[in-house]
């Protein structure tokens, strides 16, 4: 890690054709500038990796610049630290992160404060001292200002200096009537009966405390590199008061390796790269670094394993370490969250701050507590959702955070929980709302170049508008092959062909994924067709005409069509087969024509079933049901043949194995289930069946509906939860994870259609989510 001063944000360079001279400039294409730079900021992301980048503290700094020689109690330390507060005084007097944001005045008067003692201590810089004095004098009404962000232990630390600045016989610019007003709040405060978790906070701002601090208790929160919290400034207050060699072993260490200024967090690594890799998947554009991925993951794994302090000790860094190692297949137990369950979280440090950044990641780790063992935790962690829900619903969270952009994290992470997370559309959500200056609070403001950087954002966009212009071209072609087809032509359809290509763009968006894109979008219009011929369009001649001509299969004959409809139906059918084999060909080395075939078979089949239980008014059992239902769901035909071209080879042992069945028949119980939750209304006044109606039948005259359906989604999120277990699985799994992939995402792509009613065949429910996916470019 390195500091950075005075500013903590690298910006990104001038667009291309400003940034180059004009003689190169003008030897370029537009799209060679676009490519050039599209690389260059790649480049500069890269070297990211090898190092994370914290701005400076001059809070803490000047803490560490308290500090006496321990030969003499006379000089100081580490005067390096000294020489950097008379050298770095910003141009109105204060010290601290510049520019100062208009909502972190009282951030700006504890650091300036900070700085004062430690000039007026060592006796230097008279002219500095006058003029952070005069800031203090100028500013000091902001103190009472209820819209400005209030640093952590601000109004126990603040007054607190006051009073040794006082002592110190430092001149105070301040009525003795506000100072007497704040002492008096402060010791309101220390006398209050004590609450959860507020012994961990006072031990966190012991600078503040002085003489009132109970030492021996704040030792209690010391950890293996000999620091208090990871925090340099109170580390060095608790050495001043008990002169710990640990605690001196640790302000050395980070003087050595610093030089003459200090961050307000150390170690913060782990955690920052953590971040570095979850920005970079937030916005869509990780694939451009995958190795470098890897190998971080690699040594996060390495560093669970060993039990590393610096993420166990930290509850962000834990749960979201837990997060995306698991995500990534990494097995890593869920133990370690347990000391984050509701009554543990509710006696620390950050549940006495009701530490909504906390709660947050807690929540994002919760949704893969996921495996029957955990159950308990489960439940345990349930917790954050409740939490977020409510102090979100009574906008706490933008009062307690200085950024609005938290708000909205926190609003889409509870709207679209990871099983209702398309991918692409959250990486739009993440781009839009991104934050380049994305400045956090303890005790005092700081910042990681390394998470918010305007890089991201550039490349961000550039990759999302690149995908999204191939994305309209692929669409346009699926509209010309649907009129080509005659598939306009048939009347009883749903035309819904940009909303089945959006499913498509939404899971597989990479430029390279074309094939898997229009196989996927080709056959889900062509699904939503043959559904709509057996429910509506069709005669039972018909029906039986279409599965007959597919058992045949006559590739390249003249088969006898008993009506148009058919002869549509069937020749659209019959070329995207040939081609899905002609393409599979390429990738797999090997033909799957008939795999495809046989997962179109077994659909109309079982339609043919559905349809001859309507028309004999036959009532199925619930399981009877279920088992016909999770094929007529329609989803082999769309996922199954994508399979084999997203990139890796899968044998026809793979095909045929355990796991890759489970993870189509779990895929597709969810979608029929989650279908049926949403559409069983309209489906019962058809006098059509449904899994909550039969489950009212088959339970007893004294289910209702309300049971009924809550029993279905019960039944939903159990297999929703093998399903994703399955996915992130590796120990004995033969499935390849691209492949496994594709399962869950489909998932993810139901729980948004069906998300507040049915989406797919409302004419206008989905049309925002499909605009923004693939006509509307981002403009920032």
């Given amino acids: 890690m390195s500091l950075s001063h005075p500013n903590c944000i690298r910006h990104s360079s001038l667009p291309i054709s400003v940034a180059l001279p004009k003689s190169k400039s003008e030897l370029l294409t537009e799209t060679d500038a676009t490519i050039l ?3 260059e900021t790649q480049e500069r992301i890269k070297k990211m990796f090898d190092k994370s980048e914290l701005s400076v503290s001059a809070y803490d700094t000047a803490w560490v610049a308290m500090v006496s020689s321990p030969n003499s109690r006379q000089a100081p330390c580490f005067p390096e630290c000294v020489n950097w507060l008379l050298d770095n005084q910003l141009s109105d007097g204060s010290w601290g992160l510049p520019p100062h944001h208009p909502l972190l005045v009282k951030d700006a008067l504890s650091s300036t404060l900070a700085c004062l003692l430690a000039l007026k201590r060592w006796r230097l810089g008279e002219q500095q001292m006058t003029k952070g004095l005069q800031f203090i004098e100028s500013n000091f009404t902001s103190i009472n200002d209820e819209e400005q962000h209030t640093p952590i232990g601000f109004n126990i630390i603040f007054p607190g200096m006051i009073e040794t600045a006082i002592d110190m016989n430092l001149n105070v610019p301040l009525r003795s ?6 002492l008096h709040n402060r010791d309101l405060e220390l006398r209050r009966n004590k609450l959860e978790g507020r012994e961990a906070y006072l031990a966190y701002v012991s600078e503040g405390m002085g003489k009132l601090q109970d030492w021996e208790m704040v030792m209690k929160y010391q950890r293996k590199n000999g620091s208090l919290f990871n925090s340099p400034s109170t580390t060095a207050a608790a050495f001043s008061h008990l002169g710990n060699a640990g605690c001196f072993h640790y302000i050395n260490s980070l003087v050595a390796k610093f030089g003459n200024a200090v961050p307000t967090v150390y170690p913060s690594d782990k955690y920052v790269l953590l971040c570095m890799i979850e920005s970079l998947e937030r916005l869509g554009i990780d694939r451009h670094f995958s190795k470098k991925i890897r190998d971080l993951l690699e040594e996060s794994y390495r560093c669970w394993l060993l039990g590393d302090e610096e993420i166990f000790s930290d509850a962000d860094t834990c ?55 955990e159950s ?41 929980p990871f099983h209702a997370n398309v991918e692409r559309l959250a990486h739009r959500r993440n781009i839009e709302h991104h934050h380049v200056d994305k400045t956090r609070i303890f005790k005092t403001s700081y910042c990681f170049s390394n998470i918010s950087n305007a890089d991201f954002l550039q490349l961000a966009v550039e990759d999302f508008n690149s995908c999204q212009s191939i994305h309209r071209e692929e669409l346009k072609h699926l509209e010309r092959w649907v009129v080509e087809s005659k598939l306009d032509r048939l009347k009883f359809a749903r035309q819904k062909t940009a909303y089945c290509y959006f499913s498509a763009a939404g899971t597989s968006f990479s430029p390279e994924l074309s094939d898997a894109r229009i196989s996927w979008a080709k056959n889900s219009v062509l699904t939503t067709v043959v559904d709509d011929f057996f429910d509506i369009g069709g005669s039972e001649e018909e029906l039986a005409n279409l599965v007959h001509l597919l058992e045949k299969w006559d590739a390249n004959g003249s088969p006898h069509y008993c009506s148009e409809q058919v002869e549509i139906i069937f020749s659209a059918l019959r070329s995207t087969i040939c081609e899905i084999g002609d393409e599979t060909l390429a990738w797999q080395g090997r033909s799957v024509t008939r795999h495809v075939i046989e997962i179109w078979l077994d659909l109309l089949k079982s339609m043919l079933r559905e349809a001859k239980w309507a028309r004999n008014k036959v009532v199925p059992t619930f399981d009877e049901y279920v088992e016909n239902g999770y094929v007529s769901m329609a989803l082999g035909p769309i996922v199954l043949p994508a399979v084999y071209l997203i990139g890796p080879k899968i044998s026809e042992e793979v095909v045929r194995s355990p796991e890759f069945h489970n993870l189509f028949k779990l895929m597709s119980i969810c979608g029929r289930l989650i279908n049926d939750t949403r559409t069983f209304k309209r489906e019962s006044e058809a006098g059509k069946l449904n899994s909550v109606l039969l489950q009212m039948i088959h339970s007893g005259s004294g289910t209702t509906e309300e049971k009924a359906v809550e029993k279905i989604r019960g039944l939903i999120v159990d297999g929703r939860r093998e399903l994703l277990r399955l996915v992130l699985q590796e120990k ?28 797919f065949s409302s004419p206008d429910m989905m049309l925002n989510a499909v605009n923004d996916l693939l006509r509307e470019p981002i403009s920032l």
């Fill in 732 to 759: 004995d799994s033969v499935v390849p994870r691209a492949c496994k992939d594709l399962f869950w995402k489909m998932v993810q792509v139901l729980h948004l259609f069906y998300m507040d009613g049915d989406g």
């Fill in 177 to 182: 009537e506000d100072i007497n007003v704040m």
């Fill in 37 to 39: 730079y599209f690389q």
């Fill in 376 to 416: 308990g935790l489960e439940k345990q962690m349930s917790w954050t959702n409740q939490f977020l829900k409510q102090e979100f619903s009574n906008g706490t969270t933008c009062a307690d955070r200085f950024s609005k952009y938290f708000s909205i994290e926190v609003h889409d992470t509870l709207k679209f």
């Fill in 319 to 373: 749960a979201m370490a837990f997060r995306i190692l698991r995500v990534h297949g990494y097995e890593v137990s869920s133990d370690p969250l347990t000391q984050y369950a509701e009554h543990h979280f509710s006696h620390s440090f950050g549940g006495h701050l009701k530490d909504f950044s906390t709660a947050l990641e807690l929540f994002k780790a919760s949704q893969f507590v996921i495996f029957p063992e």
